[in-house]
């Protein structure tokens, strides 16, 4: 997801600072993609790719980063070290059997990394009164996600991006999230013999709705707003790469809607 999102901010001119662990000659779980191949295709594009290597399960690390870096206009909070090690057969599983490890990660490498960055990039936004930040997330109008871990690591991403968008309304500083539907990424083509459903969306499809966002010269109207990326594209009018245009992604009946009241 991470890569087309650069890739259309490439496109749009932007200087991308392309940030994971995933570094030419020690990736992720051995994957081809690296931080690097990422910011050359943000440059071939049009922009400006700078690959950082960042571990952001590490505050240390982060901290570091943004030492480096200038003030951001843009913040895409789309770290997510979730599915390492996945295992389809235990996913599911019920929480009293689902491995303390596994909430850990999704929880490190998600909402608290998601905080870490934001609260880090937050203060140059507001001295200069000027600033999106956006969290990439999951979800289906608070449906259960099927696995409470992963549900809780992605439901915080979004109610955190509502609670900094309150925070950060008095600075004219915006703060939104997106949830995108079932994208073709890599693990997902590869997961499917590199024939993935064709109703999936493409990567760079969340990454024209991220440009549009951070190209709104109005985005505070939308500021702590959470909406499926093809409810984004619809206030933009955009469609996918190949044209089509996509409905908000809907879960399966078999995964319960919250009460009306807790």
Known sequence: MGRGIAHE??????????????????????????IESTAELVTGAGGKGIALACDHGDDSQVIALFEKLPDLDL??????????????TTFSDPFWNQPMERFERMFRTGPRAHFVAARLAAPGMIARKRGLIVNIAAGDHGRFLGNVPYDLAKSMCSRMAF???????????????VLPGFTRTERVTDAFSGSPPPNTETPRFTGRV????????????????????????????????????????????EYPAPPDRF
């Open 163 to 177: 609670g900094m968008a309150t925070n950060l309304r008095p600075h004219n500083v915006a703060a939104v999230c």
């Open 210 to 253: 991220v440009a549009a966002l951070a190209a709104d010269a109005n985005i505070m109207q939308y500021s702590g707003r959470v909406q499926a990326a093809a409810s984004w594209a619809k206030v933009y009018g955009i469609a996918d790469i190949d044209g089509r245009a996509h409905e908000p992604f809907v879960l399966p009946p």
């Open 9 to 34: 901010l490439g496109l749009a001119g932007a200087t991308v600072y392309v940030t994971g662990r995933s570094v030419a000659g020690a990736t992720t779980e051995g994957r081809l993609e690296t």
């Open 75 to 88: 913040l895409v909070n789309n770290v997510w070290g979730g599915y390492e090690n996945y295992d389809h």
